[in-house]
């Protein structure tokens, strides 16, 4: 997941002809299977074994690709080709959408003050230090998040290396700002207890930048000076999106589900995001079996998401005013295993965030079709923040109805949740969030069914009609209105026909 990570790549060209598959996909036809037609079915079709199953293949892959599965990488590479032979044996077309994006790595990187080492994470895009790394004095801004040059006024940083307070601003402009007072690095720490794992969002004019927890924050100023040692390669590669959809469905009311494929470098992202990718792909699979959809329903693997949502923003750009409007809603599912989790849909409504960024008409309803689910299921569910910090956010900027997903990152467990959902009160969602421990045993299968059945159910509710969210009314390519059905929505009784 993009918010607040470290984001980087390694490895080779996205057409790299060494690839990997684990074995021969064997799905069998659509033809004589069961017929998911509505919710319920859909969601018992949905097995988390089947969703587990494509995450080993994911760690497999991981394994034999240097441990990652990020974008540029031949990891990312096969993951891709996974996820496209899956989709081909189910009878799908994939089609491979082509971007270029920056690619980051980090060669090696430390902090030293006096003999202790800190651990910290190199923010994605970070230039390099000099050979040898900066030995020098350290310095922190008299306004401690260090914003704007004024917060310096009265601090000498020049050749120093700046210690700055998360919060109030992006990292990239902590470390622009500090360039311009003339420190020759920046140290960010946490203003929460947590690693601080974090992105300067694209190549700039930065000084050499990373990142430290709240605590070593403290336990660093108590030092006069320090050495950092950052050595990163930054160069322009070219990746992919992966897109398939149905071929049933009306083509002008076209409903998006997306979940990015691509993981960071520092482990195989199982759960950020194979969880996703994993769930849409058998719900893709399953969906297949379907005899009859009203709406067609498109499915994006996203590429780079973890350098700055860039495969998802180059989709979107590809759009014309009427390819915007024939998407009648987009779902975004990004992290939907975490092990101390939640579970969590995007609050369109507002109904307990105020949301940072404009939410678009039919978002609130589009929410309504998932927590309607968990609530004909019993199922408790909270709000997450409608924030824009996933896929989703090209698509609410563009003006397309949306929500999602999500079982928590780096956020800690309330104690009411905790009641809610099991697991441990103070402690993050995912521990390993953005960490080589991010793989296959870093998922809760309860929490990952969970959230697959409610994919699997919003995902052929709306196929069926999408009326609640737009008012237009689902029509098969035949003209063939859609067989009567009704659904629940806030209280409400929606006939779908």
């Not at 622009?176 to 007072?181: C, G, L, N, P, Q």
């Not at 959809?245 to 494929?261: F, K, S, W």
């Not at 421990?437 to 995902?459: C, E, K, Q, R, Y």
């Amino acid at each position: 997941m993009h918010h607040r990570h470290r984001l980087l790549a390694l490895g080779a060209t996205a057409s790299l002809a060494g690839t990997f598959l684990l074995a021969p996909v064997t799905i069998g036809s659509a033809a004589g299977a069961p017929n998911p037609n509505d919710p319920a079915k859909m969601a018992q079709a949905v097995r988390t074994a089947a969703v587990m199953d494509h995450l080993e293949q994911f760690q497999a892959i991981a394994d034999a690709h240097d441990g990652n599965r990020g974008a540029g990488t031949s990891g990312y590479e096969a993951s891709a080709e996974y996820v496209e032979q899956t989709l081909q044996a189910a009878g799908y077309e994939t089609e491979r959408q082509y971007f270029d994006f920056d690619y980051f790595e980090v060669v090696s990187s430390s902090l030293v003050a006096d003999g202790t080492e800190f651990d910290q994470a190199v923010m994605s895009y970070s230039p390099s230090t000099p050979d040898g790394g900066v030995t020098a004095a350290l310095v922190s801004p008299a306004v401690v998040t260090g914003c704007e040059v004024s917060d310096w006024d009265g601090i000498d940083a020049t050749g120093k290396i700046a210690v700055i307070q998360r919060g109030t601003c992006a990292f990239s402009v902590k470390s622009t700002v500090a360039k311009e007072v003339g420190a020759a690095a920046a140290v960010i720490y946490n203003n929460a207890d947590g690693a601080l794992n974090g992105t300067l969002g694209g190549p700039g004019d930065y000084v050499p930048t990373t990142g430290i927890t709240k605590a070593d924050g403290a336990a660093l100023l108590t030092h006069a000076t320090a050495t950092l040692d950052i050595q990163t390669v930054s160069e322009p590669k070219t990746t992919f999106n992966i897109l398939a959809e149905t071929a049933q469905g009306r083509d002008d009311n076209v409903v998006m589900l997306g979940a990015h494929l691509d993981g960071v470098h520092d482990g195989p992202g199982i759960n950020d995001n194979g969880t996703g990718s994993a769930a849409i792909l058998e719900t893709a699979v399953q969906l297949a079996k379907a005899n009859k959809l009203n709406n067609t329903v498109r499915f994006a693997w996203w590429g780079a998401e973890e350098l700055g949502l860039l495969g998802s923003e180059h989709y979107v750009s590809q759009l014309d005013e009427a390819g915007l409007a024939q998407i009648a809603t987009y779902l975004n599912f990004d992290m939907v295993g975490s092990p101390n989790h939640i579970i969590g849909v995007y609050d369109a409504d507002e109904s307990t965030y105020e949301a940072s960024v404009d939410v678009p008409k039919g978002s609130a309803e589009t929410e309504a079709v998932l927590t309607g689910w968990f609530d004909s299921q019993d199922q408790p569910w909270v709000d997450t923040p409608f924030s824009g910090r996933s896929d989703y956010a090209p698509f609410i900027a563009a003006g397309v109805p949306s929500s999602g997903l999500f079982t928590g990152g780096d956020g800690v467990k309330t104690e009411e949740q905790a009641v809610m959902f099991g697991g441990t009160a103070g402690v993050t969602y995912d521990q390993n969030y953005n960490t080589p421990a991010d793989d296959i045993h870093n998922v809760n299968p309860v929490a990952l069914g969970t959230m697959s059945d409610a994919i699997a159910a919003a995902t052929i509710l709306l196929a069926q009609d999408t009326s609640a969210i737009n008012g237009k009314r689902s029509y098969g390519r035949s003209g063939v209105p859609a067989r009567q059905q009704e659904i629940v929505i806030e209280g409400v009784v929606h006939t779908l026909r």
